[in-house]
């Protein structure tokens, strides 16, 4: 059983940047697709990155588009940890941001949130000056 555990988020002025934490336990991130999603107030979650096992043969990552060229996914295996590095936050960034995870062996990872089967309890990120 993968237990998630976010941490990072906070308050930041517009241009700013958070990086955000998720720490696995209870397995290694070795063998599962990992992703962090968001959710504001009223809006369905939606998938801000996520990345491939890496028992699928190399990365395979992924990111929105409206976040793509600001926000960065990475994986430190020695830690079980899996990073969300935000730059140039903006007020639209607003939201709780979830890790998610899924047993997977393949270059790929799911860009919808229901093939994942482990969530952390979600950190939020407020953007406002």
């Known amino acids: 059983q993968l237990q998630l555990v976010e941490s990072g988020g906070g308050l930041v002025q517009p241009g700013g940047s958070l990086r955000l934490s998720c720490v696995a336990s209870?397995?290694?991130?070795?063998?599962?697709?990992i992703a962090w999603f968001r959710q504001a107030p009223g809006k369905e979650r939606e998938s801000v990155s996520c990345i491939s096992s890496s028992g699928g043969g190399g990365d395979y990552i992924n990111y929105s588009d409206s976040v793509k060229g600001r926000f960065t996914i990475s994986r430190d295996t020695a830690k079980n940890t899996l990073y969300l590095q935000m730059n140039g936050l903006k007020p639209e960034d607003t939201a709780v941001y979830y890790c998610?995870?899924?047993?997977?062996?393949?270059?790929?990872?799911?860009?919808?949130?229901?093939?994942?089967?482990?969530w952390g309890q979600g950190t939020q990120v407020t953007v406002s000056s």
């Open positions: 998610a995870a899924v047993w997977s062996v393949q270059r790929m990872c799911p860009r919808s949130p229901g093939p994942y089967k482990y």
């Open positions: 209870g397995s290694t991130f070795d063998y599962y697709a």
